[in-house]
């Protein structure tokens, strides 16, 4: 009965600092960052619940990585994405996105955090040759997306959205293709505005803007 009594103490024990680790992590104040642009600044918080991306991000930016980057590939009604850090100082039609800083970051799904417009995710090789969708160190895109009517949603993935979800991509809009595929880690709060600007530029035919869009991320203490 002892020996019962001290393995039934040990595990609340341990269930006990579970709770409290996943609370303490959960009510952690979110980083706050903004990332300038000729276009404007958009201001932004970072995920807890992606930890392994955001302090990868906070380390970047605290380092300067991003500073003079480009906005290398935009897509209307789609996305904006930067972070290669061949961008800096690139040639003008050179193709760019395959740079980083010779590492990735494991997958940190969540299904509470979606591509809705704003959002904040990581870019990646595809699944041929990244089955495990490891995200790429340092290219990121912002999420400009379209609306979406819950009938479109129930259509593309039965289930998959509670009515939260679905309102959200009824009236900001957003990308619900993406969502299970690649790593939200955080999202523009202010500044939607610029992600519009910036996805409307005249670009070439790999979907890099014809006049530099450069970047400076900057991390809010």
Do not use: C, W
């Not at 906005?71 to 994405?81: G, S």
Request: hydrophobic share 35%; no cysteine; proline share 5%.
């Amino acid at each position: 009965m002892k020996k019962t009594g001290l393995i039934i103490l040990i595990f609340l024990s341990v269930l006990q600092f579970s709770t409290m680790a996943q609370t303490s992590n959960t009510s952690q104040k979110q980083v706050k960052f903004v990332i300038h642009t000729e276009y404007g600044d958009m201001k932004g918080v970072l995920y807890n619940e992606t930890p392994k991306h955001r302090d990868n991000f906070v380390k970047l930016a605290k380092s300067g990585f991003f500073d003079g980057l480009l906005f290398h590939r935009v897509i209307q009604n789609f996305m904006i994405q930067g972070g290669d850090p061949d961008s800096r100082n690139a040639k003008p039609g050179q193709r760019l996105g395959s740079g980083g800083p010779n590492y990735t970051i494991d997958a940190e799904f969540n299904p509470s955090l979606i591509h809705k417009k704003g959002a904040m995710a990581a870019a990646r090789t595809p699944d041929q040759m990244n089955p495990k969708k490891a995200s790429s160190g340092s290219q990121f895109y912002i999420v400009q997306g379209r609306k979406f009517s819950a009938g479109q949603m129930e259509q593309m993935a039965p289930g998959k959205y509670n009515a939260d979800q679905k309102k959200i991509y009824e009236t900001l809009g957003g990308y619900p293709p993406l969502d299970g595929a690649y790593t939200v880690f955080g999202e523009i709060t202010e500044g939607l505005d610029v992600i519009d600007k910036i996805a409307a530029v005249q670009k070439d035919a790999s979907d890099r803007p014809l006049k530099d869009v450069k970047m400076m991320v900057k991390i809010i203490e």
